[in-house]
C-alpha cells in the first residue's frame, strides 16, 4: 500500500484482481498484514485505539546554552489535554542552575557545561501522562575559565575574614600544632576550574577567589602537582621557608618543619595550568598571646 505522499515518487501499474478487499477496513498488525474488515474488529482493538494519547509535549522551543549565561525555554502541550497540565522531571538532570517549573518553564544559568540528558513527563487533570525526551548543550567561553586547586574540604582557612591580622591567614595553610587547627600537618587539595568573576580578572585563594565562580573540581590524579616553597616577607616571618613541605600526586599538602609561604602548581593536558597561595604555619607562631 503506497502512502499518498510517495505517490509522486513511486509509480505502480495498476493490477486488478478478481477479490479486492472490501472497501472498508484496515490492515491487520498482527497477522501478516492482512485485510480485516471494520465489520470484524475486535473491543480490544477499539480500546487499544482508545488508549492512544490526547496530547503530546513540543520541546522545539528547547535549544543550545551557555555557562553562567542566563537561558529560558518553554514546554508546550499538543492536542487536547485536561487541563490543567503539569511539567516534571522523570529521569535524568537538567544543567545544574536550572529548573523546571510546573507550567513548562526551563529557565535560570547553567553553572557547569556539556551535554545534559533529561526525560519529562506531562501530566494532565485526568492523570493521563506523556513523556519527552530532552538533550541540552551547555557551552563555554575557554578564555574565561582558568585552573586552580581547592582544599577538599571546601575551608580555604578557619582564620580567614573577621579581623584576619595577615593576608597569609586566608591561605589554604597546613597547620603543625598550636592554635587554630590542632596537629594539622596536611591537606588535600582538588584542582578545580574556576570562571572569570564580574571584574574581569582571575583571582587567587585570598578570600576565596575573591568573586570568581567554582565551575567544577576534577579527579586529582588528572593532573600534576608540584609545591614550591618561597622566603617569608612579613614582619610575622622574616627570611623563613618551609623547604620541607612538598605535596603528593594525589594534591594532598604536607608539612614538614619548618614554616612559611609557599605555592600548589597544578598542570592540566586540558586545561593549561594554575596556582595557589599556600602557607605552613609553626606550632607556635602565636605563643603565648592565643
Given at each position: 500500500m503506497i502512502r499518498p505522499g510517495l505517490a509522486?515518487?513511486?509509480?505502480?501499474?495498476?493490477?486488478?484482481?478478481?477479490?479486492?478487499?472490501?472497501?472498508?477496513?484496515?490492515?491487520?498488525?498482527?497477522?501478516?498484514?492482512?485485510?480485516?474488515?471494520?465489520?470484524?474488529?475486535?473491543?480490544d482493538d477499539a480500546a487499544?485505539?482508545?488508549?492512544?494519547?490526547?496530547?503530546?509535549?513540543?520541546?522545539?522551543?528547547?535549544?543550545?546554552?551557555?555557562?553562567?549565561?542566563?537561558?529560558?525555554?518553554?514546554l508546550l502541550v499538543t492536542g487536547s489535554p485536561e487541563e490543567p497540565v503539569g511539567f516534571g522531571v522523570t529521569s535524568g538532570s537538567l544543567p545544574p542552575g536550572l529548573d523546571l517549573a510546573d507550567d513548562g518553564l526551563i529557565d535560570g544559568a547553567p553553572t557547569d557545561f556539556g551535554t545534559f540528558k533529561v526525560q519529562v513527563t506531562a501530566t494532565d487533570g485526568a492523570e493521563e501522562q506523556v513523556t519527552a525526551d530532552l538533550v541540552i548543550e551547555v557551552g563555554y567561553d575557554g578564555e574565561r575559565l582558568f585552573l586552580g586547586a581547592v582544599p577538599e574540604d571546601g575551608e580555604y582557612n578557619n582564620m580567614c575574614g573577621g579581623g584576619a591580622m595577615l593576608d597569609q591567614m586566608c591561605h589554604p595553610w597546613v597547620r603543625l600544632v598550636g592554635a587554630g587547627v590542632e596537629d594539622q600537618v596536611e591537606r588535600a587539595l582538588l584542582p578545580a576550574l574556576w570562571h572569570v568573576g564580574p571584574d574581569g580578572q582571575p583571582d587567587d585563594l585570598l578570600d576565596g577567589f575573591g568573586d570568581d565562580i567554582l565551575v567544577r573540581t576534577l579527579d586529582p590524579l588528572s593532573v600534576l602537582w608540584s609545591f614550591e616553597a618561597l622566603v617569608g616577607e612579613t614582619d610575622h616571618n622574616i627570611d623563613v621557608s618551609p623547604v620541607d613541605?612538598?605535596?603528593?600526586?594525589?594534591?594532598?599538602?604536607?608539612?614538614?618543619?619548618?614554616?612559611?609561604?609557599?605555592?600548589?602548581?597544578?598542570?592540566?593536558?586540558?586545561?593549561?595550568?594554575?596556582?595557589?597561595p599556600a602557607h605552613v604555619i609553626p606550632p607556635d607562631w602565636c605563643e603565648p598571646d592565643c
Open positions: 509522486a515518487a513511486f509509480a505502480l501499474p495498476l493490477v486488478t484482481t478478481a477479490c479486492q478487499p472490501p472497501s472498508e477496513g484496515r490492515i491487520d498488525d498482527d497477522d501478516d498484514d492482512s485485510w480485516v474488515s471494520d465489520d470484524d474488529v475486535s473491543d487499544d485505539d482508545d488508549a492512544a494519547s490526547s496530547f503530546g509535549i513540543d520541546s522545539t522551543g528547547v535549544g543550545p546554552g551557555f555557562l553562567l549565561e542566563p537561558y529560558s525555554a518553554l613541605a612538598g605535596i603528593t600526586a594525589e594534591g594532598v599538602l604536607q608539612a614538614g618543619e619548618e614554616t612559611g609561604p609557599g605555592v600548589v602548581r597544578v598542570e592540566s593536558d586540558e586545561w593549561g595550568s594554575g596556582e595557589a
